[in-house]
């Protein structure tokens, strides 16, 4: 009996001993595989770069932003496509910018997952980034139509992020195959784009390569009001002025649609001596034209037109009416100080001077 | 054996909970010894160090699942009275992280606040992950709520604060699922400029084939189809075969469509009227459009063969991108339009736009005068004659008043002589 009421509790002791060691066991041996990305991460497939990112998100929990830059830096040399799924999920991390540009342009070229991928990049500065990477790492190595179908399927592709670097590229060193191209292809705005950057290398050219567009190109109608105006602000000049109006027929001079933009994009960037010219210009044409085409002038640079040019721009329109009208949108836009009335003197008729009068003691 | 309370505690009781405790301690260091040391353990231990105070350090601790620093940050930004933008620019990683507890936090909020609140939130988480703004509206209902209901930012009504977010693959995923409550007329206005995102455009048009609208299907069906078409042919060709037979006379158009608008490339034959026949009005009009930018405007003769209820959207826009490139197009148009048995106000439509090119382009107010004479509408003409005669009289007051002197008097010859007196110099 004595060694049986020893006995017991021993068993006892031993029994529970081995039950707690066992359930604390079970209960703490997974733990260390699942803990960081909880539930989720238990019930999917694992990534093959999980612990990678669970190292960095553990970095950056622990508020070192040095260190999980360190560990994206390598997971982008490693496995750039896992390096673009991750940092997807870390808009706003600093200072990885080159990392993008290396990564991206170490991606497997031209598939559509890579697309898919580089467009769920959620801030459009570091999408821009990857795509711009991505694609001109093929300049010179892949056909211009193959990048630039990849390219043009980068999201909010207005930036142009996917093909700018290839255009720009294109357009300094073989403006004509590439211009061929995009007449081929059709679609609209990104000849605008191309004429802008031809402007840059090869403007005495704008005209001629404006030339080849052909009927039929689809956007073409639609392109070539906007190429005119590209062409126009690329060279500001009122040499540069007449040459996009006479490409716009011989009636070019006269429309309201055209004429004033065109007239706007050359003055607003004018130089003052150039800005003589281009009024010259202007005043050298027919009245229809010349009343027309001033309206440009005027167009959103209200505010950077001095008192003394005023002056001189108001004396081309050939009708006192139309004078007036000018004289009243402009100093509505003025911040003019009513004391000073020093500059009514430089107005050419004295119509216009008693206007101007009148207009400032209502103020 | 009989049992008592002090055999109990002695031999059952005592051992038992020696052998938990002594299992409990001989655990404990195991446990520690048995992890690596890698930077696994060192980062987990100092991730309950405080942080430094630095926005990114916060922002992107969040992001990475620590959101209590952020969430503290919320706090004191309610407290000092922070507009919504400031609150959702760190709400934004917090519910990246952590979307469902927008539903225990939105409680703290005070009400009127919530919905623009909510949505300042989802339009931030919007900007830098669309796919996350998706599942906060999944994971939460009163983001749900929030997203359809127009706040005091009346520019930005219901869905639209998701408008960045049409190509996340979730999109349609979200709408459609009946658990988060969006209506149908919703889904449809939300996608009314379809999807770059293929899957989107198929549970687009599985929705379709499901009957989820009846009758002519809405634009962003077409859109769907149309995009789908353009982005991954063979998916839709796989879709089409789960179509049901009624929908094939649609289904047809937007083939047509597809066929005739995505030969992307030149444009070097039209088509003929048996072709167009096939499109609806609106895609018809669409087409029409397109072809006029390409500088191969669809010959007038070939619309004219079209039924009126048809072509009738198309002669509006006519002429518009035909000067100056192709003004021989024009001018033949306008030597035909009167033979071709058009209905008068389709002459009309021609005539008003032709007019409208002319006299803007040209300046030529004979020719524009001509086109205005030859106007069915008699009343209309009268308006646009005077429009242009005061704006000649008006830019070039010596012409005008040499076309006023043949006129026959009245009083819109005696507008336009005062008009240019005082235009003269």
């Known amino acids: 009996m004595k060694a049986t009421r020893l006995l017991i509790p021993a068993a006892v002791f031993l029994v529970a001993l081995g039950g707690t060691v066992g359930v604390l066991k079970l209960a703490s041996t997974p733990a260390p595989e699942q803990e960081n990305d ?76 890579i697309t898919a991928l580089l467009n769920r990049i959620g801030p459009p500065e570091w999408r821009d980034l990857a795509w711009g990477a991505y694609t001109a790492a093929r300049i010179g190595t892949v056909p211009d139509e193959e990048i630039f179908d990849v390219g043009i399927e980068a999201r909010s592709h207005s930036s142009l992020s996917g093909i700018r670097q290839l255009m720009e590229d294109a357009a300094e060193k073989r403006p004509d195959s590439f211009l061929e191209m995009l007449n081929r292809k059709g679609g609209t705005s990104i000849r605008e784009d191309f004429f802008e950057m031809l402007m840059k290398h090869h403007p005495q050219r704008a005209a001629e390569l404006f030339a080849t567009i052909p009927k039929g190109s689809p956007g073409s109608n639609y392109d070539r009001r906007y190429i005119l105006h590209a062409r126009a602000r690329g060279l500001p000049t009122a040499e540069n002025l007449l040459a996009t109006l006479k490409d716009l027929g011989e009636r070019g001079a006269y429309s309201w649609d055209h004429a004033p933009s065109l007239v706007f994009q050359v003055y607003s960037k004018a130089t003052p001596e150039e800005r003589e010219k281009i009024l010259e210009a202007i005043a050298s044409q027919p009245v229809l034209a010349r009343n027309r085409m001033l309206g440009g002038v005027f167009y959103e640079s209200d505010k950077t037109v001095s008192p003394e040019e005023f002056a001189r721009v108001v004396k081309i329109y050939s009708t006192p009416l139309l004078q007036r009208e000018a004289l009243e949108s402009w100093m509505e836009s003025q911040e003019m100080d009513p004391s000073d009335r020093s500059w009514i003197h430089d107005l050419p008729t004295e119509k216009l001077k008693q206007r101007a009068q009148e207009i400032l003691e209502r103020r | 054996m009989a049992i008592d309370a002090r055999t109990l505690l002695l031999s059952w009781l005592l051992p038992g909970i020696a052998g938990l405790g002594a299992g409990v301690v001989l655990m404990a260091p195991k446990e520690k010894a048995a992890m690596p040391k890698s930077s696994e353990v060192s980062a987990d231990r100092s991730e309950t160090a405080k942080l430094p105070d630095d926005p990114t350090v916060i922002q992107l601790a969040a992001l990475a699942g620590r959101t209590g620093e952020a969430r503290k940050k919320i706090e004191a930004l309610f407290a000092e009275n922070a507009p919504d933008e400031a609150i959702a620019e760190w709400l934004a990683p917090v519910l990246i992280a952590d979307p469902a507890w927008l539903e225990s936090f939105i409680l703290t909020v005070h009400e009127p606040r919530r919905i623009d609140l909510v949505r300042a939130t989802i339009w931030k988480i919007s900007e830098i992950s669309p796919d996350a703004a998706w599942e906060l509206v999944r994971s939460s209902p009163f983001a749900a709520m929030a997203a359809r209901t127009t706040g005091s930012d009346v520019e930005r009504e219901g869905l639209d604060v998701l408008n960045g977010c049409h190509d996340s693959p979730l999109a349609a995923e979200v709408l459609f699922d009946p658990a988060n409550g969006f209506s149908t007329e919703e889904a449809t206005k939300f996608f009314r400029f379809g999807s770059q995102n293929t899957a989107n455009n198929k549970r687009l048009l599985k929705e379709w084939f499901a009957g989820r609208w009846e009758g002519e299907a809405p634009e962003c069906v077409r859109a769907a189809w149309l995009n789908l078409r353009w982005l991954e042919e063979s998916t839709l060709r796989e879709l089409e075969k789960e179509m049901p037979e009624a929908l094939e006379t649609q289904a047809e158009r937007f083939e047509s469509l597809g066929k005739l608008t995505a030969t992307a490339g030149m444009i070097t034959e039209d088509p003929s009227a048996e072709e167009l026949g096939i499109l609806g009005p609106e895609e018809l009009a669409q087409f029409a459009e397109s072809r006029t930018e390409a500088g191969r405007p669809l010959p007038l003769e070939t619309l004219a063969e079209l039924p009126p209820e048809l072509r009738g959207q198309t002669f509006d826009t006519y002429f518009s991108y035909l000067y100056p490139y192709h003004q021989d197009v024009a001018q033949h148009a306008l030597d035909v339009l009167d033979q071709l048995g058009l209905k008068r106000s389709e002459r009309q439509a021609l005539l008003e736009g032709a007019v409208a090119q002319e006299w803007s382009f040209t300046g030529d107010h004979e020719k524009a005068l001509e086109i205005i004479a030859r106007m069915p509408d008699r009343e209309a003409a009268e308006e646009r004659k005077g429009e242009v005669l005061e704006d000649l009289v008006k830019f070039d007051p010596q012409t005008g008043l040499e076309f006023i002197k043949t006129m026959p008097s009245g009083e819109l010859k005696e507008r336009m002589e005062k008009l240019a007196a005082e235009g003269m110099p």
């Open chain 1, 38 to 113: 909880g539930v989720a991460a238990a019930s999917k497939p694992r990534h093959r770069e999980e612990s990678a990112f669970s190292e960095i998100r553990g970095l950056l929990r622990a508020g070192d932003i040095e260190g999980a830059k360190s560990a994206l830096r390598r997971l982008g040399e490693r496995d750039p496509l896992a390096f673009f799924e991750l940092l997807a999920k870390l808009p706003g991390m600093p200072g990885v910018d080159d990392i993008i540009r290396e990564s991206a342009a170490r991606l497997p070229w031209n598939t559509k997952e």
